[in-house]
């Protein structure tokens, strides 16, 4: 839910507006917003600039933090000094990669003609003699050219062939061969170079780790005193001023929540104040006040949008499909176990600040174990297809149950034949059985049949195969769409009135009555002929709504308009829409058969004498865990995007909320 807001304004004359900004600003729950940028001014702009200087020198220093470099001495320096200091050594520490980039590309060139000395060369040109260095690829080399030219055979190194030819300045050398260019210098003396830049680059990383644990703290304070300025500058460029700049005037937004201690602050120092429920003209920020299962979520809906300040916040609505469409695409019982114990081990290890994202993903883990076990999958172990036999048990339970003796008696030829897959064992209860008993009992049935292992006796049997998942999908899809037209509902006429939601009541009417009364029909709960005028009055109350509530401040006729360009609207939207839950099944059944096949190849390794139990170890490990990171990044983007698009759109999110952040000062 979005926290009520209260409007506040202050008159506070001038030469009391600092400390009245100060007591302000400790206590920390005034949203003043952000002052226009015509307004900005040019110590905003410094402040800012150095703010953004000190948090990259602060990232600087951080990551050359060394645990075993010696501590020095704690000493106070001022912010630029700091600045200047770090910027300095960065500058050359990226001058001296730019030289050992360059230094080993050229001993890279080198290291095939080997340790020549580049002044031989230079003697033999004084002498009228020409050095030319090549290289070719072993299959372009022609003999002839040894018979033809001065050519030195130097090194064959990958397939690659070098040599060089010695001429004199009047001959020509014709050869499609690509020449190599002389280095002025020796490979010993660049590997001497490599390694003086190396430990140049080394003494300069201890200067930054010197300096991070001498002037990190000290960079924090001016860090803070800097964002207090930025805040009282900010704030004192968004006060008005009147009686020739005497009084005050500072306007701001306070959570009803926090406003008793606010109210007794201004008692305490005698401030004249005002304060004012908003009205439809007014941007209050946004602060969300949900439940803390709901506001592990809230980093994921902020993402896209903040809601409005009179719209619903629908974080607390999308929050469970969210979790439920993870689990969907991941679908392995093994990967949340695996999830839900590291998620635990870390939050044993973890700042504080980090353990909500944690709790995020053991309930993440909790959905991946339950759609897991829907689906059969334990690690990319197929659990449906655990074997099926029949044993005289089995057709003993099944005869004290609700099943036909006679029934039992045609299935006690198959007593003790075992089958590997649930679809083989139900194609031959299906040859067994006329097609009436084979709809009404084989769930029973399989139901009793004992596995290979019996530890999911009791629940295998409620497994859904890959057709039943592919429709579970689109079920779970038009349930949050359905959904989502509810919520719409609510949203409209919070923010609005009800008149302007009628329209959507009626689409809302209306699918919940074709699905009562088409899924009625089909489950033979409902008798068709029986509730047919009913259904056809319920459809003409939907239609009435729908078309002639569509807008309810515009003119009959085009209300009408209004209407059908919505009924086409909706149609075509719904139809796409369901069919985007799709993606749900694909990514799970495709982890699944991933899993399964790093499974299938692992057990080959298996027969590897001696070293096989090893390969085994470690495929099945990089296997699973290139697994497990696709199925998550699937399971976090797709469920992201149908919760935007899908259920943003049909619940009428608007969105452009303003985020509350209240001037806050630390000193």
């Not at 001429?167 to 590997?191: G, Q, W």
């Not at 680059?201 to 002037?215: D, F, G, R, V």
Request: aromatic share 12%; net charge negative.
């Amino acid at each position: 839910m979005i926290t009520p807001m209260k409007k506040y304004t202050f008159l506070v004359y001038h030469k009391e507006y600092e400390a009245f900004l100060k007591t302000l600003g400790r206590l920390g729950v005034l949203h003043v917003g952000e002052p226009e940028k015509e307004k900005q001014d040019e110590t905003l702009r410094a402040h800012s600039e150095q703010l953004t200087r000190c948090n990259a020198a602060l990232e600087i220093l951080g990551k050359a933090t060394d645990d075993e470099a010696p501590k020095s001495k704690q000493e106070v320096y001022s912010l630029e000094e700091i600045l200047f200091r770090v910027e300095e050594l960065m500058e050359r520490k990226g001058r001296l990669e730019e030289e050992m980039i360059e230094i080993q590309g050229e001993i890279d060139k080198t290291i095939p003609w080997g340790d020549y000395d580049p002044g031989v060369f230079s003697k033999l040109k004084a002498a009228g003699y020409n050095i030319q260095l090549y290289r070719c690829p072993v299959s372009q080399f022609e003999s002839k050219w040894e018979e033809k030219y001065q050519l030195f055979l130097i090194n064959k190194d990958k397939g690659i062939v070098y040599f060089l030819v010695v001429s004199k300045e009047d001959e020509k050398i014709l050869m499609e061969v690509e020449a190599e260019k002389l280095s002025s210098n020796r490979l010993s003396s660049l590997r001497k170079e490599l390694e003086t830049t190396r430990i140049g680059l080394s003494e300069l990383q201890k200067e930054l780790s010197l300096l991070s644990s001498s002037a990190t703290d000290q960079l924090h304070k001016e860090k803070e005193i800097l964002e207090d300025e930025i805040s009282m500058i900010s704030v004192i460029l968004d006060t008005k001023k009147s009686s020739e700049d005497k009084l005050m005037m500072l306007e701001g937004w306070i959570p009803e929540t926090s406003e008793a201690g606010l109210v007794n602050s201004l008692h305490e120092d005698g401030v004249v104040y005002f304060e004012s429920a908003p009205d439809k003209d007014d941007s209050p920020p946004v602060l969300l006040k949900n439940s803390r299962f709901s506001k592990l979520f809230e980093p994921i809906g902020e993402l896209y949008n903040l809601p409005g300040y009179y719209e619903m916040d629908l974080t607390p609505y999308f929050a469970p499909f969210f979790m439920i469409f993870f689990g969907f695409c991941l679908g392995d019982a093994g990967y949340g176990v695996f999830m839900i114990l590291l998620a635990s081990l870390l939050k044993l290890m973890t700042k504080k600040k980090l353990k909500p994202l944690l709790s995020l993903v053991q309930f993440m883990g909790i959905a991946t174990i339950i759609f897991g076990l829907i689906s059969g999958t334990f690690f990319g172990i197929n659990l449906i297809d655990s074997g099926y036999t029949l044993t005289s048990h089995s057709l003993e339970e099944l005869g004290a149950g609700t099943l036909p003796k006679t029934l039992v008696d045609d299935l006690m030829v198959l007593e003790g034949e075992y089958f590997k897959t649930r679809s083989e064992f139900l194609a031959v209860l299906e040859q067994q059985m006329d097609s009436q008993s084979f709809s009404q009992f084989s769930t029973e049935i399989v139901k009793h049949s004992k596995p290979g292992a019996g530890l999911f006796s009791s629940f295998r049997h409620l497994m859904l195969d890959s057709l039943s998942m592919f429709y579970f999908a689109l079920i779970i899809g038009g349930m949050q769409i359905l959904f989502g037209f509810f919520i719409k509902i609510l949203n409209i006429t919070k923010r609005r009135g009800f008149k302007y939601a009628l329209s959507s009541l009626g689409w809302f009417i209306l699918l919940v009555s074709v699905i009562i009364y088409t899924g009625g029909g089909k489950l033979g709960i409902l008798n068709l002929d029986s509730s047919k005028v009913s259904f056809y009055i319920i459809m003409g109350i939907a239609g009435l709504l729908i078309f002639a509530f569509n807008n309810p401040d515009k003119h009959i006729f085009a209300r009408l308009g209004g209407g059908i360009w919505d009924t086409y609207g909706v149609v075509t939207g719904l139809f796409g829409d369901v069919l985007s839950y799709i993606r749900l099944f694909a990514l799970g059944i495709s982890s699944a058969i991933l899993g399964f096949v790093f499974n299938d190849i692992s057990l080959q390794l298996l027969n590897v004498p001696y070293i096989g139990w090893l390969f085994f170890l470690i495929l099945l490990l990089i296997g699973h865990s290139i697994n497990l990171f696709l199925a998550t990044l699937g399971g976090i983007i797709h469920p992201m995007r149908l919760t935007f698009v899908e259920f943003y759109k049909n619940a009428g999110f608007q969105g452009g909320g303003k985020k509350y952040e209240p001037f806050k000062i630390n000193h």
